[in-house]
């Protein structure tokens, strides 16, 4: 039943928006620093950080950086932080071996930060592009994207990741069938209290520029990943794939990217009602931070807009490389 509105001027909407106290009142969604996951890059090496030129103000760190970036979101509340490994086009493989391997950087990140801030939720990333020298979430054979064989390495790369302390996986490759054949394996391997948050909606867009600079994809990609991405002309199928994934064992679910793909968050959240997430990628932050730098945008102002409206549509986090900067500003 649709409430009943008063004519004006017995109604008069600007009764509350008229103080900070009443507007706050009012106010429907609230962005707090408990939304927040901080994705962070890691490189090899010792008390360095190199600078992403096309994602300003971001750095790949060494691992005891990362450790000094995960004591500095606990200070400042941000629940998680999630890890991107930089691989170097020397150390990438067509077996993609490196994906498991318990001494890579990102499974030395992850226990290096478990040891310093046992606290803070570590999500990972598992995805063989950082590994595999063709650039792609999988296997490649003759120029087709395997699914089947590259399900196999994804486990092994999962079962790795548990073992070294991650208490989120994020398989973000878009292959069919890895959530239950990851889920099943945590389940054998005694992870059951692992948690996975999937890349559920992750569509084959263009915003995805920047990060590949950072992760050292841009130039070993060869072709394109609509084959095994989602369209960005579809919203049904997004659905299908929650629902999906929620059955193989998903504990939570994310779209990205984000900003383009409100509508999509929203009827996720409004058909399943379970943990939503959004990915405010590398090609939002670019945008948003190239217009601050030239004076058209406030920053403060327009960065914590951008990331209250993922709340507005349901989303109940957001996994942006604000965090740090939005936290501050919240906590005053």
Known sequence: MKPTV???????????????????????????????????????GKDDETPIPSMSGVTRKTVDRAVTAAKEAH?????????????????????????????NVSNRAIRAIKDAVPDIAIMTDIALDPYNINGHDGFVDDGEIVNDRTVEALVKMAIA??????DILGPSDMMDGRIG???????SNG????????????????FYGPFRDAVGASSALTGDKNTYQMDPANSDEALRLVERDLMEGADMVMVKPGM???DICRRVKDSFGVPTYAYQV?????????????????????????????????????LTYFAPRVAKALNG
């Open 260 to 262: 383009p793909y409100l």
């Open 191 to 206: 992870h059951q209290n692992v948690t996975i948050l999937s890349y559920t909606a992750k569509y084959a867009s263009s």
């Open 75 to 103: 200070t400042l509340g941000i629940p998680a932080i999630c890890i991107f490994p930089y691989t170097s086009m020397e150390a990438r493989t067509e077996d993609c071996a490196m994906a498991w391997n318990p001494n």
């Open 181 to 187: 054949a990851i889920r099943s394996a945590l389940e």
């Open 6 to 44: 008063a004519p004006f001027p017995s109604m008069r909407f600007r009764r509350m928006r008229q103080s900070p106290a009443l507007r706050a009142l009012s106010g429907q969604n609230r962005l707090t620093v408990e939304d927040l996951i901080w994705p962070i890059f890691v490189m090899d």
């Open 282 to 318: 590398s090609g939002e932050y670019a945008m948003l931070m190239a217009a601050v730098q030239n004076g058209w945008l406030d920053g403060d102002k327009v960065i914590a807009e951008s990331l209250l409206c993922f709340k507005r549509a349901g989303c109940d986090g957001i």
């Open 161 to 166: 990741q548990a073992e070294a302390g991650a």
